[in-house]
């Protein structure tokens, strides 16, 4: 499955961005999706994460409460609303996916091998 990041881009501090993830190739409906940020100088980190059933949700501390992830299978497209955005939110953003992937391991970024390109997000203050 190939994996289309979209939705980025600057925002004042406090705003609302929608994240877009377009899948193509397969569908997603059996996947795991996530989304994994990193920002300059840090370390990539999952900032939030769907099981392919859509009854499990993981969100970061850091974003709970003003981010949420979303699936429309039948558009095979995953969504994350970020909501309150702060200038900490600033990074790329990637989509992330896997078939079946466990709830014990969808916030591991080495489980997945279905990958987008990133679309970045400046958030000023």
């Known amino acids: 499955v190939q994996l289309q990041a979209s939705g980025g881009g600057l925002v004042q501090a406090g705003g609302s961005l929608r994240l877009s993830c377009a899948a193509s190739g397969r569908s997603i409906s059996g996947y795991s999706m996530a989304w994994f940020r990193q920002a300059p100088g840090e370390e990539r980190e999952c900032v939030a994460a769907?099981?392919?059933?859509?009854?499990?949700?993981y969100y970061a501390d850091s974003v709970k409460g003003r981010f949420s992830i979303s699936r429309d299978n039948a558009k095979n497209t995953v969504y994350l609303q970020m909501n309150s955005l702060k200038p900490e939110d600033t990074a790329i953003y990637y989509c992330?996916?896997?078939?079946?992937?466990?709830?014990?391991?969808?916030?591991?970024?080495?489980?997945?091998?279905?990958w987008g390109q990133g679309t970045l997000v400046t958030v000023s203050s």
């Open positions: 992330a996916g896997n078939a079946y992937l466990s709830d014990i391991y969808y916030r591991q970024q080495h489980r997945y091998n279905n």
């Open positions: 769907m099981n392919w059933r859509g009854g499990s949700t």
